[in-house]
């Protein structure tokens, strides 16, 4: 593991899911030297900070001021993870704002500062996959429809950084599937395995959605799951690559169905399988992915041998030293076995 105990590091949304994730694996590779920002409001993000280690916490609103008038003097990277990431978000004046307009200002002063900036893009940006889900994309970003006004709010901030020729100097990482611990403040936006080990526990039965598409049989919907260990690590791979550069895929490589899902969170809790298939809302049925898989060549070809830790290894994990006792990544876990 790379050696970060002398880097200065900010990261936005520190407090959510992947961004607390993230400096859980900054503080295993020695870093403690890290501002964290996000909007802590009424929700429980505050238990993903307790057991991290990090130099200063500040609202995300108070961030960029404080920036401009050289309250942090430099960083040597800036991790922008904080965004509204709900897909059903209605309100796009604030997406806007926030997660495209907050953007364009921090890379701005990043690249200014001699910061490396690394930022959250979305698999979302695909839309239904019609246009591909390549990241050799330069040519054919426009191409992309997103199917929601979250993955256009992102689009929009990498069409604005391809524009700029900002793309040749940070990184962009457009996550898949991302499930694991310290996401349980998400509500409906907690994965499937979050939400069907309560569902599991509660009833003994995991409720997924029917399929309105003939080619797809009920569960056999496919997505690219990636456990959040793994999308950290590659996360940080990208980060420490100089001549990384430009939009990447973050994913398993594999694409995996409902059913193989529901199957490990049954057998990661011990528990025989009973899965129910229920109507999905008419709102969303046509802005549903029914197919998604990472081509990760483009992070491959960097360097980064990350293992991916298999769907059944990562929900097994995932079930059993977090979902079930209740732990946040940081926390004593339990010795080997146990």
């Not at 880097?7 to 030297?33: D, H, K, M, Y």
């Not at 060549?297 to 977090?322: F, H, K, Q, S």
Request: hydrophobic fraction near 40%.
């Amino acid at each position: 593991m790379s050696d970060l105990s002398h880097a200065r590091i900010l990261v936005t949304g520190g407090a959510g899911f992947i961004g607390s994730a993230l400096i859980w694996e900054l503080n295993r590779r020695g870093a403690e030297n890290i501002i964290v920002t996000d909007v802590l409001e009424q929700t429980e993000k505050w238990r993903n900070l307790v057991p991290l280690r990090f130099n200063d916490y500040l609202e995300a609103d108070d961030l960029l001021p404080h920036l401009q008038a050289g309250a942090f003097g430099k960083f040597d990277h800036v991790f922008h993870l904080g965004a509204c990431s709900a897909t059903t978000e209605r309100d796009a004046s604030y997406l806007v704002r926030n997660n495209y307009e907050y953007t364009k200002d921090l890379a701005r002063w990043a690249l200014e500062h001699q910061a490396r900036f690394v930022y959250a893009s979305s698999a979302a940006t695909y839309g239904d996959g019609s246009a591909g889900m390549s990241d050799e994309l330069q040519p054919s970003l426009a191409d992309l429809r997103p199917l929601n006004m979250y993955g256009y709010s992102k689009h929009l901030f990498d069409l604005h950084a391809q524009r700029q020729g900002w793309l040749e100097r940070i990184v962009g990482l457009k996550y898949f599937n991302v499930f694991g611990p310290n996401e349980d403040h998400k509500g409906d936006m907690r994965s499937v395995v979050n939400k069907a080990f309560a569902q599991v526990r509660d009833s003994g039965t995991i409720r997924l959605f029917k399929s309105y598409r003939p080619e797809f049989a009920d569960g056999e919907q496919k997505r690219d799951f990636l456990y959040v260990k793994d999308a950290v690590a590659m996360t940080l791979h990208l980060a420490l690559t100089p001549t990384a550069s430009g939009l990447f895929n973050l994913g398993s490589g594999e694409a995996h169905t409902w059913k193989e899902l529901a199957e490990a969170i049954f057998a990661a809790m011990d528990r025989p399988s009973r899965i129910e298939f229920i109507e999905m809302q008419a709102e969303l049925r046509e802005k549903y992915q029914y197919f998604t898989r990472a081509d990760i060549g483009r992070l491959r070809a960097t360097g980064c041998a990350t293992p991916i830790t298999t769907l059944r290894e990562a929900v097994r994990d995932y079930v059993r030293n977090y979902l079930k006792p209740d732990r946040r990544l940081g926390d004593e876990l339990p010795a080997p076995g146990k």
